[in-house]
C-alpha cells in the first residue's frame, strides 16, 4: 500500500500543483497509460482552468434524467471540494467512500429516505461516522439539484441521525500539568499555545512569527475563516519570548511558531504521536488521574479555554476567544463545568 496523502487534499484525485524555481506554481495530473504506466499531464498555471481541463479529461458527466449517484460526486471533486479548506476536504474524502459503498451506481430518482434511514442503521455501530455521512450526502444532494441533476426533494429531510452522548470531560488544572510535565519542549509549546489561544490544533500550527502584529496574534480560522486578534498579554506574552529565545537557538530558521527540536515546522502527525506518548507516561506516573488522563484529547484543550475564559471573564469572553458567531454555540459544544451559581441563601 502506498504511502497516504496528506497534501493538496482540497483537490481532485491524482491532480497536484509544483511549484517551480521561479516560485511560479502550475498544476498537473496523473493517468495510466494502456500499459499500466503513470503518463503525467500539465493542466497549466491557472488554478480555475487546470480544474476546467481536469474535469474534460476525466468525463465529468453533465446533468441528464438518468444521472447516479457516481455522477453528482464527480461533479462536486471539480466544482466544490477544491473549495473546502484541507481539514474539510480530508474528512470528506473519509467519508465518501461509505456513501459511494451504498449509493454509487445509484440512480437519483430512485434514492428515497428510507435508503438514508437504511444507511444509518447499517452504520449505527459508528454513530458519528454515520451522521457526518448523512450531512455530506444531504449537501451534495442539495449541490445536485442546483446542478440541474434532479428536483426531486432532499431525502435527508425529515430523517434523523443518531443520538450522541456529549462530550462533557473537563481537563483539570491537575490533568493539564500531569501531561505537560510528561511532554516533550516542543510538545509543551503546542499545549500551552493552544490552550492560552483557545484554537484548533490546525490554527495553531499555523502560527508564525509573521502573525504577530502590534501587540495582537492575527488567527484566520480555517474552518470558518472567522478573523481574530488576540492580545498578546500575560502568558501568551511571556510563552511567545519562551518559543521565541528556544527558537534563537535552532539551526534551521523557519517563521512557525510550533517547531521540532530541529526547527522545523511541527507537523500534525508529529503533534499527535507526542501528545499519545506523552499521555501514556502521565498515566503511567499519575494512577490516580490516570481515567481522566486517557481520555483527554489534545482537542480538548479547546474546551479547556472556553471553560477557564468564562469563569473568569464570562461567557461571552469565550464566545470571542473561541471565535464563535453565537453564544450558544460554546455553551452548547464547548462549555463543561456548568455555571458558577449562589445558594439561596
Known amino acids: 500500500m502506498g504511502r497516504k496523502n496528506t497534501r493538496n487534499l482540497n483537490m481532485p484525485p491524482h491532480m497536484h500543483p509544483r511549484t517551480q524555481r521561479s516560485g511560479k506554481v502550475y498544476y498537473y495530473m496523473y493517468q495510466k497509460?494502456?500499459?499500466?504506466?503513470?503518463?503525467?499531464?500539465?493542466?497549466?498555471?491557472?488554478?480555475?482552468?487546470?480544474?476546467?481541463?481536469?474535469?474534460?479529461?476525466?468525463?465529468?458527466?453533465?446533468?441528464?434524467?438518468?444521472?447516479?449517484?457516481?455522477?453528482?460526486?464527480?461533479?462536486?471533486?471539480?466544482?466544490?471540494?477544491?473549495?473546502?479548506a484541507a481539514s474539510s476536504a480530508r474528512m470528506w474524502r473519509s467519508d465518501i467512500k461509505h456513501l459511494l459503498e451504498s449509493f454509487?451506481?445509484?440512480?437519483?430518482?430512485?434514492?428515497?429516505?428510507?435508503?438514508?434511514?437504511?444507511?444509518?442503521?447499517?452504520?449505527?455501530?459508528?454513530?458519528?461516522?454515520?451522521?457526518?455521512?448523512?450531512?455530506?450526502?444531504?449537501?451534495?444532494?442539495?449541490?445536485?439539484?442546483?446542478?440541474?441533476?434532479?428536483?426531486?426533494?432532499?431525502?435527508?429531510?425529515?430523517?434523523?441521525?443518531h443520538s450522541l452522548q456529549r462530550r462533557t470531560l473537563y481537563i483539570s488544572d491537575a490533568v493539564y500539568k500531569a501531561v505537560w510535565d510528561a511532554a516533550s519542549v516542543p510538545l509543551r509549546d503546542a499545549m500551552d499555545l493552544a490552550y492560552l489561544t483557545g484554537q484548533r490544533p490546525a490554527d495553531a500550527l499555523k502560527m508564525t512569527e509573521h502573525d504577530i502584529i502590534e501587540g495582537h496574534l492575527i488567527v484566520t480560522q480555517e474552518k470558518t475563516k472567522q478573523p481574530l486578534r488576540i492580545r498578546i498579554v500575560g502568558e501568551l506574552?511571556?510563552?511567545?519570548?519562551?518559543?521565541?529565545?528556544?527558537?534563537?537557538?535552532?539551526?534551521?530558521?523557519?517563521?512557525?511558531?510550533?517547531?521540532?527540536?530541529?526547527?522545523?515546522?511541527?507537523?500534525?502527525?508529529?503533534?499527535?504521536?507526542?501528545?499519545?506518548k506523552a499521555r501514556d507516561q502521565a498515566a503511567e506516573k499519575q494512577p490516580q488521574l490516570a481515567e481522566d488522563i486517557k481520555n483527554f484529547r489534545f482537542y480538548d484543550l479547546r474546551a479547556k479555554a472556553a471553560d477557564d475564559?468564562?469563569?473568569?471573564?464570562?461567557?461571552?469572553?469565550?464566545r470571542d476567544l473561541l471565535g464563535h458567531d453565537s453564544v450558544k454555540?460554546?455553551?452548547?459544544?464547548?462549555?463543561?463545568?456548568?455555571k458558577i451559581v449562589t445558594p439561596t441563601k
Not at 111 to 135: E, G, S, W, Y
Not at 311 to 318: H, K, L, V, Y
Request: proline share 4%; glycine share 8%.
Open 33 to 84: 497509460t494502456e500499459e499500466g504506466k503513470r503518463k503525467e499531464i500539465a493542466l497549466g498555471d491557472d488554478y480555475i482552468l487546470a480544474l476546467k481541463k481536469y474535469a474534460e479529461l476525466n468525463i465529468v458527466v453533465a446533468a441528464s434524467a438518468g444521472a447516479t449517484f457516481s455522477d453528482v460526486y464527480k461533479r462536486y471533486l471539480v466544482d466544490a471540494l477544491p473549495k473546502l
Open 104 to 161: 454509487a451506481n445509484a440512480p437519483l430518482s430512485q434514492i428515497k429516505p428510507l435508503h438514508v434511514r437504511q444507511f444509518l442503521d447499517d452504520h449505527a455501530d459508528k454513530p458519528t461516522t454515520a451522521n457526518r455521512c448523512k450531512r455530506v450526502f444531504s449537501v451534495m444532494w442539495n449541490k445536485a439539484r442546483g446542478w440541474g441533476y434532479t428536483d426531486l426533494p432532499n431525502p435527508c429531510e425529515g430523517i434523523q441521525g
Open 237 to 276: 506574552a511571556r510563552l511567545v519570548e519562551r518559543i521565541q529565545a528556544r527558537k534563537a537557538g535552532d539551526t534551521i530558521k523557519t517563521a512557525a511558531l510550533l517547531v521540532n527540536h530541529h526547527g522545523k515546522r511541527l507537523t500534525a502527525p508529529a503533534l499527535r504521536a507526542q501528545f499519545d
Open 309 to 318: 475564559t468564562a469563569d473568569g471573564r464570562g461567557e461571552e469572553a469565550a
Open 329 to 338: 454555540t460554546t455553551q452548547k459544544h464547548y462549555l463543561r463545568r456548568g
